[in-house]
T-cell receptor, first 111, second 114 residues
Framework: DAKTTQPNSMESNEEEPVHLPCNHSTISGTDYIHWYRQLPSQGPEYVIH???SNVNNRMASLAIAEDRKSSTLILHRATLRDAAVYYC????????????FGTGTRLKVLA | IAGITQAPTSQILAAGRRMTLRCTQDMRHNAMYWYRQDLGLGLRLIHY???????GKGEVPDGYSVSRANTDDFPLTLASAVPSQTSVYFCASRLRDGSTDTQYFGPGTRLTVL
């Protein structure tokens, strides 16, 4: 299974953009890149996903490198409620539909 | 019921006892998953089911079994609990529809094995 590497923690000031990086150098051609976040004492929640092109939704943007070996989750204006652990995940493309979570990045938002 | 429910919310269990964690979804999703999350760590996949009647092993399946008799229910059983199975257990279901591909997680079950 392809793995992802993320920084253990990051800090951001409130109302400023945040760029959360993820490396996935062993990604296969059909693996989708998913991002989830986990607020304290809750289960993870979906943020965004993509394959090759950059993606935008109401929560965030996903920028995918041209070689697909890295990606960046962009929160355009961080709020205190965005403080969470963010997981970059590759969805297994073999048809088993397994999602392999890494250890994630703990985002701290400063008021 | 809306979404995914898990029961119990928390449990303290003596080592060697048998325990079944329940998971029910009302969204008619085909795929369901069980994860464990140890303190301060990420989630690890225990077992999954792509559709009713089928199951598969994840990263850490030893000591656990699952069944998927119908679409809604996906129970996880610890046949003989050991202290290393102390963890928070999350159940999830997956919706894939066109460009949508999302897992929905339950609130978790906090299990302590003594």
């Amino acid at each position: 299974d392809a793995k992802t590497t993320q920084p253990n923690s990051m800090e951001s000031n409130e109302e400023e953009p945040v760029h959360l990086p993820c490396n996935h150098s062993t990604i296969s051609g059909t693996d989708y890149i998913h991002w989830y976040r986990q607020l304290p004492s809750q289960g993870p929640e979906y943020v965004i996903h993509g394959l090759t092109s950059n993606v935008n939704n109401r929560m965030a943007s996903l920028a995918i490198a041209e070689d697909r070996k890295s990606s960046t989750l962009i929160l355009h204006r961080a709020t205190l409620r965005d403080a969470a652990v963010y997981y970059c995940i590759l969805r297994d493309a073999s048809g088993t539909y397994k999602y392999i979570f890494g250890t994630g990045t703990r985002l701290k938002v400063l008021a | 019921i809306a979404g995914i429910t898990q029961a119990p919310t928390s449990q303290i269990l003596a080592a060697g006892r048998r325990m079944t964690l329940r998971c029910t979804q009302d969204m008619r999703h085909n795929a369901m998953y069980w994860y464990r999350q140890d303190l301060g760590l990420g989630l690890r996949l225990i077992h999954y089911s792509n559709t009713a009647g089928t199951t598969g092993k994840g990263e850490v399946p030893d000591g656990y079994s699952v069944s998927r008799a119908n679409t809604d229910d996906f129970p996880l059983t610890l046949a003989s609990a050991v202290p290393s199975q102390t963890s928070v257990y999350f159940c999830a279901s997956r919706l894939r529809d066109g460009s949508t591909d999302t897992q929905y997680f339950g609130p978790g079950t906090r299990l302590t094995v003594l």
